[in-house]
């Protein structure tokens, strides 16, 4: 409920690039680098693809979102930070499985230092 508010404030603050579709667009682009390097890497030791299936969905769930927003649809304008956010968690999510996976995993505790 505070988004329009924070919106509005970011450019006071020198924060309005994160406002921006550009800067939107690229945080996405380094989610995808970096969880496709991070699940990658663990998905050749565990062989577990939940994690990468968990993050290409948010990355698809915040493409479509971000592609939706620039539509201009009002509904598409007023739902766009809860999927957004929905989008932002599922790949969270899927850091959060990997980790358990490696864990639980005596090919990534030799492997990798978690």
């Given amino acids: 409920m505070a988004m329009p508010f924070l919106i509005g404030v970011l450019p006071t603050l020198g ?32 062989r577990k693809i939940n994690p990468i299936v968990l993050l290409t969905s948010g990355v698809v ?22 999927i957004a956010g929905f989008g932002a968690l599922m790949i969270a999510f899927s850091y959060y499985i990997n980790n358990r996976l490696c864990k639980a995993c005596e090919r990534c505790e030799h492997d990798h230092a978690h």
Avoid at 15 to 40: C, D, K, P, Q, R
Avoid at 61 to 82: C, D, I, K, R, T
């Fill in 15 to 46: 924060l309005g690039f994160l406002a921006s579709g550009w800067f939107e667009l690229a945080m996405i682009g380094i989610s995808v680098v970096l969880g496709g390097i991070t699940l990658g890497t663990s998905f050749r030791l565990h």
């Fill in 61 to 82: 769930v915040l493409l479509f979102n971000f592609f939706g927003h620039e539509s201009h649809s009002e509904l598409a304008e007023q739902l766009h930070p809860f």
